[in-house]
């Protein structure tokens, strides 16, 4: 890698915005954002501003931005922060424009296409060195300097202390797993327990009963991951319990805030809909498949239980009732 790295940040939301401001603010770094919103990139480029996003932050005065994906042609590291729906798709209509060695990283978190990882998916399109960023992260305290902790999922530690290594003198902290595959399905398993919990605060509010479905949920996630061929031991990383605690026990969490919603009967498909909520996108998929893997009904009752409200007439005041006689045999 160059001695000033080249980074490219796809994507100029809120954590594409966040993570850029905060690499752009370390010396030897070029750090551009690129983005389809030309008013996004004005602001970024001639205020120093994303009014969009982050109307009150004064970004660093060395982050660019851009409509123009030439600038992959250049990029050491290409980090991809958009939805996770669109991640494989604008991959494959730019991997011509990749340079021979550039990294991607996948910041995204959902499936890609044949409900295969985005990693798969990314490594198969482009045969580019492809690795995975997942942690206890809001964007919204990583542009205010704020410590954030990530997992790098790779294939090997040299590519682990490449992305590392420009994150030296930064307010973001890491740690490792070469189980990429437990990495990115925890990223998607967070999101739907979180609606779990969020259910389940909004008819109790109760920190009894809070931890209660917070350590069902837990156990539920690492059968899941284990059946998926995941490693137990990456639980315990970042990506892990920390992500899971982070989306499902804050309010800045949108899947939470979808289970609180659903919980106190405001629920309309109309209001899922108009964000992007890898949750619930994820349930249905989920379901599906480890159906088809043979996975026992009984081993993700939960999540069961929630692909049920979400695809069909479910008594929600039931809910947690139903969660409190399920128990898991050993």
């Given amino acids: 890698m160059n001695e000033h790295p080249v980074i490219c940040i796809a994507g100029a939301g809120t954590l594409g915005t966040a993570l850029g401001h905060i690499l752009a603010a370390r010396p030897g770094l070029d750090v551009t954002l690129l983005s ?51 991640v494989v798709s604008y991959i494959h209509g730019v991997k011509n424009l990749l340079r021979p060695g550039v990294l991607i990283v996948n910041l995204a978190k959902g499936f890609g296409k044949d409900n295969k990882t985005i990693v798969e998916n990314l490594l198969e399109a482009t045969g580019c060195a492809v690795c ?30 490449r992305v590392n290594r420009i994150f030296s003198e ?3 902290y890491t740690d490792f797993s070469t189980d990429i595959k437990g990495v990115e399905t925890l990223s998607i398993l967070k999101n739907i327990y979180a609606i779990l919990i969020g259910i389940v605060d909004a008819h109790f509010d109760s920190p ?8 069902k949920a837990f156990d539920e996630m690492r059968r899941v ?16 319990i920390g992500d899971f605690g982070l989306t499902a026990l804050n309010d800045l969490s949108r899947n939470r805030t979808l289970g609180l919603l659903i919980g106190k009967g405001y629920f309309t498909s109309g209001i899922s809909d108009k964000v992007v909520l890898e949750g619930k ?50």
């Fill in 36 to 86: 389809i919103e030309e008013s996004v990139v004005e602001d970024i480029n001639l205020r120093h501003i994303n009014s969009t996003y982050f109307p009150m932050i004064r970004l660093a005065p060395a982050l660019k931005a851009t409509t123009d994906s030439s600038i992959l042609e250049k990029a050491d590291i290409l980090f991809v922060a958009i939805p996770s729906v669109a």
């Fill in 132 to 161: 995975t960023m997942k942690g206890p992260t809001f964007a919204r305290e990583l542009i205010n300097h704020i410590p954030t902790a990530m997992t790098v999922g790779a294939a090997d530690e040299a590519i682990y202390h």
């Fill in 170 to 172: 930064t307010t973001i």
């Fill in 208 to 215: 009894n009963l809070r931890f209660l479905a917070f350590t």
């Fill in 225 to 240: 991951l284990l059946y998926y061929g995941g490693r137990e031991e990456t639980l315990f990383k970042y990506c892990g």
């Fill in 281 to 330: 996108i994820s349930v249905n998929i989920f379901v599906k498949e480890l159906q088809r893997l043979g996975m026992p009904e009984k081993d993700y009752f939960l999540m069961n239980e929630l692909n049920k409200v979400f695809n069909g007439s479910y008594k929600i005041s039931l809910f947690v009732s139903r969660l409190l006689d399920h128990s898991y045999p050993e």
